[in-house]
């Protein structure tokens, strides 16, 4: 359980976020805290990438960190998205156009 909760704040979920987070996924086999870790860092990958991106992403259900990756670089190529333009729309959604610092990272280097 230490582990878990460990693994919880590391990601920026404590306590009952981390909980509900899992619980939304119930249907899902979690063998490992790993297994639950990997669902949270895509998750939190998904949230960082522009909304087109992270749809197509969503979409194909990706069994793992690294296929979703892939995935993201093979749209990106095949869209001609730089990472100037995906630095653009995030400053553009984070600051609603505003101006000023992004409130998080970018997706995918």
Do not use: W
Not at 3 to 13: C, H, P, R
């Amino acid at each position: 359980m230490e582990e878990f909760m460990k693994l919880g704040k590391d990601l920026g979920l404590e306590g009952d976020q981390l909980l509900q987070f899992i619980e939304k996924r119930q249907a899902e086999d979690f063998e490992r805290v790993s297994d639950i870790r990997d669902l949270i860092l895509k998750e939190q990958t998904l949230n960082a990438c522009p909304k087109e991106l992270a749809a197509h992403l969503r979409e194909q259900k990706h069994q793992s960190l690294q296929t979703l990756a892939d995935a993201a670089k093979q749209y990106l190529e095949a869209h001609n998205m730089t990472q100037k333009v995906l630095t653009d729309e995030r400053h553009d959604e984070n600051t609603n156009g505003r101006g000023g610092a992004p409130g998080h990272i970018t997706c995918f280097n």
